[in-house]
Every structure is written in C-alpha cells, then in structure tokens.
C-alpha cells in the first residue's frame, strides 16, 4: 500500500497554501490528489519567487505540491467545466477556497456536487467565513485575528512564515479524516468548514483563552511569554542563548549555575508566579552573569544541569540539527528535496511518490484509469 488513504480521490481546487497543505498531508497518506489550476498561470504561488529552483520553479510551489497530479482546466469554458464537474461528482474528497459563491455559481458547491454524490467530503477553506467579503490572505487574518497585536517589541509584527495558512491546513486535514470516519461509520458525507480567522484563534491558545476568560487583553512582550519566567532569549559574551525555566525546580537549579543560589529563595523569584511580576528585574541579574562567558560554553553548563536551553538556529542549521538527531528531515522525491512529513507512522508511514507536478502535467482519464 502507498498509505491508509490509498483509493481515496482527492478533488484539489484551492490554491495558495491553506489548502494545498491539506491536500499535500492527504497526499502523503496515499490518497490520489488531483489539483485543478488554471491554465497559463496555475496557482498563485508558481508566480512567486524568487526563490527558485534549477529549473526555475518557484520553491513556495514546490514546498506545498508533492504527491499530487495536475490538470489546467478553465472553469468557465464549457468542455473543462464539465470536466470539473464529473471529476467533483467522482471523488471522495473536494477541497476549495474560492471566493463564497464562485462555485455555486458554476454548479460547483456543496449542494450540487452531494445530489449526485451524497457521500462527498466537501471542505470549504476561507479567511473569515462565507458571509464575509473579505480576502483571506495570511498577513491580513494575522492582523485583524490579533497575532501581531501580540508579536514584537515595539511595533507590531507578523510571523516569519504563513503560519495561519498553516495552521488552517491543519484543521482542514483533522477534520476531513474525522469526516471519513462518520462516513465509514454512517456513510454519510458532510460539508466543512474551516476558517482562517477561527484557526488562528484556536492556535493563540492561552492568549485567547486569556482574553476570553479574563476579558483583559494580552499585548505585546517581545521575546517574553505571558506567564513564565525566565523563559526568552539573553546575550552572553558573544551571541544570545534562549532559556526556559518551565518551573520551580529548573530555576533553582539555574540559580546555582549562575553562582546566586539566594536567588531562588528571594520572596521576589521564589514562585513563578513572582518571578512574572518582576521580571524586568530578573532579567537584568540573569543578563549580568551571562555576560562573563559565550554561549556555547553556558550551554554546556546548563544542560548538565538540566536546564531547557538552547541556541537561535537560522533555518539551515535547524535542518542540520534534525538531520544530526536522526530525524528525517530533507527527503528527495524524483529529484526535488522536501521537508519531511513531520509524523513517524509507525504502521501508516507517509510516501513520497510524486514531484510537484507541473502545470496540466497529466490527463484526468489517466490518472483515475
């Protein structure tokens, strides 16, 4: 077997990242994706770059497209559209996140598509829901969803990747193997959907959870976290070094390391809960003692202790890292390296089978034959 969703037909018609996160997991799990982009141009993200490969396609396609078929069809011309719809009506599995209506309006949507095929898992991907007329682009969810209000040191800032793509990617493909579950149970299928805004404020965790619970708004503290302390990154003689004292016990333990054991007995960093308080303070002491030495050399000494600590890696060495840790973190499909499939399934593996097609590589009647 290619994977437990082997069988499986995947009607792919979003494009970006949301979705075809959610259709590359799919993918990886043996099911046949077949993405539907529009000719001459295909998704977005062919266009963006650089960065390229050799071959000059854009590496943000690539990232998100293995394990998947192509074809470029124009919805709106009448042989392709009537193509879409049979592919639709045959698959297991549609996803899309076109603007609310766009479907419908091509005989497309959720009701359509369930009268010849009530068994369809149909996903619908938007940014803020279908009775908003707002685009979903990353950058604007994580402004208008509060992750920047709360990312940053003076200035309000976004995440260095499409986190809240991702993010929604992720409970898009959660969701959709629950819905194979009720229809191998009911043989019912369903329509999701998954939006940009709620995941996000699903994934803000404790700081939602904080404002929906307190009514009191989180702000922004740079490299600091809310509610522990130390737990952020301090300079030392020649490079910073994140620490995170997670309790009681590890901060008792650094305070040793750092030659001021009264530290941990001071009313004002006793508990974790003080230490929040008085964090600023803290802070200061700790970035003092780290100044004598660099930061490899503290890092030997806090591990020994067992206290959570480590460097900030670029991107490169973080691959480097997983690669020296045993993990499979770079794999080659037919030529083009991807990042791995993150899970170790240790009886549903994830494979790699396909390259990230390119556009209208492949013909609909082929790849379901």
């Not at 559209?81 to 549609?94: G, N, P, Q, S």
């Not at 950058?139 to 309000?156: N, R, S």
């Not at 952020?232 to 390391?257: H, K, M, S």
Request: charge should be negative; glycine fraction near 8%; hydrophobic fraction near 40%.
């Amino acid at each position: 077997m290619s994977g437990p969703l082997e069988g499986l037909i995947v009607a792919d018609f979003s494009r970006v990242l949301a979705g075809p996160y959610a259709t590359m997991l799919l993918g990886d799990l043996g099911a046949t994706v077949i993405k539907v982009e529009r000719p001459v141009t295909g998704d977005d993200t062919r266009g963006w770059a650089p960065p390229t490969d050799t071959n000059g396609d854009a590496t943000y396609f690539l990232s998100v497209n293995r394990n998947k078929h192509s074809v470029a069809w124009d919805l709106d011309e009448p042989a392709d559209h009537a193509r879409a719809i049979d592919l639709a009506t045959r698959a297991d599995i549609v996803i899309e996140n076109f603007p609310s209506g766009a479907l419908e309006r091509r005989r497309l949507g959720y009701a359509d598509v369930a009268s010849v095929n009530p068994g369809v898992i149909y996903c619908s991907i938007s940014g803020f829901g279908s009775k908003a007329d707002l685009p979903g682009y990353d950058l604007l969810v994580q402004a208008m969803g509060g992750l920047m209000d709360i990312t940053g040191e003076a200035e309000p800032t976004k995440v260095g990747v499409a986190i809240v793509d991702v993010v929604t990617g992720l409970h898009a493909s959660t969701a959709i193997l629950a819905a194979l579950h009720h229809r191998d149970e009911t043989g019912e299928g369903q329509h999701l959907e998954v939006t940009l805004l709620g995941s996000l404020l699903s994934a803000l965790v404790n700081q939602s959870g904080a404002a929906a619970i307190t009514g009191e708004t989180p702000h922004r503290l740079g490299n600091a976290h809310p509610s522990i302390a130390p737990y952020e990154p301090y300079p030392t003689a020649d490079r910073p070094i994140i620490i995170a004292v997670g309790n009681d016990e590890q901060f008792t333990r650094l305070c040793t390391v750092l030659q001021h054991p009264q530290w941990a007995g001071d009313p004002r960093f006793a508990t974790n809960s003080a230490r929040v308080q008085h964090r600023d303070e803290l802070h200061e002491l700790i970035r003092a003692q780290l100044s004598s030495r660099g930061a490899d050399e503290w890092q030997e000494l806090l591990r020994e202790a067992r206290i959570p600590c480590g460097p900030i890696n670029s991107v490169s060495q973080a691959l480097d890292l997983a690669g020296a840790l045993g993990l499979e973190s770079v794999v080659d499909v037919a030529g083009v390296p991807q990042v791995a499939n993150p899970v170790r399934y240790s009886r549903t593996p994830a494979t790699y089978r396909l390259r990230p097609p390119r556009l209208g590589e492949h013909v609909i009647d082929d790849i379901l034959s």
